[in-house]
T-cell receptor
Framework: DAKTTQPPSMDCAEGRAANLPCNHSTISGNEYVYWYRQIHSQGPQYIIHGLKNNETNEMASLIITEDRKSSTLILPHATLRDTAVYYCIVRVAANTGTASKLTFGTGTRLQVTL | EPEVTQTPSHQVTQMGQEVILRCVPISNHLYFYWYRQILGQKVEFLVSFYNNEISEKSEIFDDQFSVERPDGSNFTLKIRSTKLEDSAMYFC??????????????FGPGTRLLVL
């Protein structure tokens, strides 16, 4: 799986958009970009994933550059409850019958402040 | 919304004792995983399981570890003879079995294991 690079920490004011960058310059064509977050030693929580198109769900938006070498997770209106460690993970697509592990890095610690 | 559950939430054991950590994956999921996180460190993959056999395991998953799906709902991780360094949060995860390349994994809340 391709390696990812994220800033170790970021701050965001409550109510503002949080934009979390991730670099994955060695990503392959069959690798997805996944975002998870972990709130204070709880289980990692799935946020969103994408292959090459931008994606949006009820939690966040994922913007992937055209060359797929980087992406940005956007939390449109951050709240205090969004304070967490955010992980950007690149994972190879898995065929039926094949389980594909997640390789976690150190992520970005997002602190949302009043 | 369906979720992965784990029991117990906390487990304290003496070094050398056997522990079994239990997980109930999301009901229609067919792929199962165990991860662990030592305090202050990264989340690490231990093992994946599909069709009643191990798909992949990490170097951490040595002969002291085993996994089992004893019935249609539970997925267990057994540590035969615990060591101090096994103290960690253990997370179970599961993903769907339908024909998809994505197989998003959903995690449980974890079991905090403390070996004394």
């Amino acid at each position: 799986d391709a390696k990812t690079t994220q800033p170790p920490s970021m701050d965001c004011a409550e109510g503002r958009a949080a934009n979390l960058p991730c670099n994955h310059s060695t990503i392959s064509g069959n690798e997805y970009v996944y975002w998870y977050r972990q709130i204070h030693s709880q289980g990692p929580q799935y946020i969103i994933h994408g292959l090459k198109n931008n994606e949006t769900n009820e939690m966040a938006s994922l913007i992937i550059t055209e060359d797929r070498k980087s992406s940005t997770l956007i939390l449109p209106h951050a709240t205090l409850r969004d304070t967490a460690v955010y992980y950007c993970i690149v994972r190879v697509a898995a065929n039926t019958g094949t389980a594909s592990k997640l390789t976690f890095g150190t992520g970005t610690r997002l602190q949302v402040t009043l | 919304e369906p979720e992965v559950t784990q029991t117990p939430s906390h487990q304290v054991t003496q070094m050398g004792q056997e522990v079994i950590l239990r997980c109930v994956p999301i009901s229609n999921h067919l792929y199962f995983y165990w991860y662990r996180q030592i305090l202050g460190q990264k989340v690490e993959f231990l093992v994946s399981f599909y069709n009643n056999e191990i798909s992949e395991k990490s170097e951490i998953f040595d002969d002291q570890f085993s996994v089992e799906r004893p019935d249609g709902s539970n997925f267990t991780l057994k540590i035969r003879s615990t060591k101090l360094e096994d103290s960690a949060m253990y997370f179970c995860a599961s993903s769907e079995g339908r024909q998809t390349l994505e197989k998003t994994q959903y995690f449980g809340p974890g079991t905090r294991l403390l070996v004394l």
